[in-house]
């Protein structure tokens, strides 16, 4: 006689009297679904932190290119206004009229040490 085997498995549950049929690999799917789920909701979450990282990396860079661009300017006026300085300075040395160079010289040297006295006192 062959014996009869039942159509249930170990893999089986028991539930009071009723056998229910679940599969472990129900189960397994189940988690791994249910993983990935949580996996996938936490790379969503890193994305958008380094989008927005991102998006405030490109404004900060937009500020220091535009402060960068402002600064350029003024070197660029400074610098004009210290050439037509020194071309104006070469213009009085060149007149063979010396009195106005020590003029200019004896009021710079007046102008740093009254401000050497007021700093330092």
């Known amino acids: 006689m062959t014996s ?3 159509p249930y498995t170990n893999d089986d549950y028991l539930l009071g009297r009723l056998i229910i049929p679940i ?3 129900f189960f397994s799917s189940h988690l791994q679904s249910n993983g990935n789920d949580n996996l996938i909701d936490g ?3 890193q994305v958008s932190q ?3 990282l991102t998006l405030d990396i490109g404004d900060e860079i937009k500020e220091h290119n535009r402060f960068i661009k402002d600064l350029d300017n003024d070197f660029d006026s400074t610098w004009n206004n ?3 300085s020194m071309s104006r300075l070469k213009m009085i040395a060149m007149s063979g009229n010396n009195r106005y160079i ?3 010289l004896l009021f710079s040297l007046f102008v740093f040490s009254w401000i050497w006295i007021i700093v330092r006192f």
Do not use: P
């Open 102 to 104: 020590w003029y200019l």
């Open 43 to 45: 790379l969503r979450n």
């Open 4 to 6: 009869r085997r039942h």
């Open 50 to 52: 380094l989008k927005s």
């Open 82 to 84: 210290l050439t037509k």
């Open 23 to 25: 599969s472990t690999d």
